[in-house]
């Protein structure tokens, strides 16, 4: 949050990153954290964000004993961009917006433990006050560590279509673009056929399957790979791929 925006204190004092998604359907908010949805997401947004999903929002946070204005994105005129349930927000922003849809407009009223507790921010926040944010939930980046070890991140860039995701041995029809720490193209494939599973990729078999298997037709993904996962020490800065799963075969 800026030099104007409020530091996220109890960063690192719960992990939510392993909890379930909480849209529709999935375990109740907690008593601390009490939603009202303002403005209701589209008919096409039924989708909510998860852990590790970088999340874009507007807020205003105001104080709920005299309903005073701490702090504001749109003030700003910026919005304000975290990864959800990693800490680097307050506890309650994590939570609630994991329930939030594209679009929509919702306002929390947080407990002090999932705010600023006992310390509060001075000047502007005093101990152990409730806190009260109306946010826009603008959109998301999914992001997704393959491997766990940050050696190959995936993005998706734009969504696919259906609910059908390729399986071990499933054929796919596929478009690759590899390129360097500095922008060359280290090899373009516009189109082709590939078995999942395979290591007919080379060196870049490994990420791209994994990544395959999560992906629907229509969908568009860019790794960001280490050396080990892309060109080894022929690129020491590792490299970016882009697929796009044109089709699902069925097999």
Known sequence: MSDDELP?????????????????????????????VITEAGPDCWKTP?????????????LKSDGSEF?????????????????????????GVATMKKGEVARFTLAPEFAYGASGSPPKIPADATLVFEVELLGWT????????????????????????????????????????DGTVIEERPGFEYTIGSDSLGTLSKACNAALK??????????????????????????????????????
Do not use: C, N
Request: avoid cysteine.
């Open 8 to 36: 996220p204190p109890g960063a690192g004092d719960e992990d939510f990153s392993d909890d379930e998604d909480m849209g529709a359907g999935a375990a109740p908010l907690p008593e601390g954290v009490q939603k009202e």
């Open 50 to 62: 998860k852990a590790g999903d970088e999340v874009t929002v507007h807020y205003v946070g105001t």
């Open 71 to 95: 702090d504001s994105s749109r003030g700003r005129g910026e919005p304000f961009v975290f990864t959800l349930g990693q800490g680097q927000v307050i506890k309650g922003w994590d939570v």
């Open 142 to 181: 999914s992001k997704d560590d393959l491997f766990g070890d940050e050696g190959a991140v995936k993005t998706q860039l734009q969504e696919g279509s259906g609910w059908k995701s390729p399986s071990a041995d499933s054929e796919v029809f596929l478009s690759l673009k590899a390129t360097g720490a």
């Open 214 to 251: 999560g992906m629907k037709k229509g969908e568009e993904a860019q790794l960001k790979l280490s050396k080990d996962y892309a060109y080894g020490d022929k690129h020491p800065a590792g490299a970016t791929v882009t697929l796009t799963l044109h089709e699902i075969y069925e097999t």
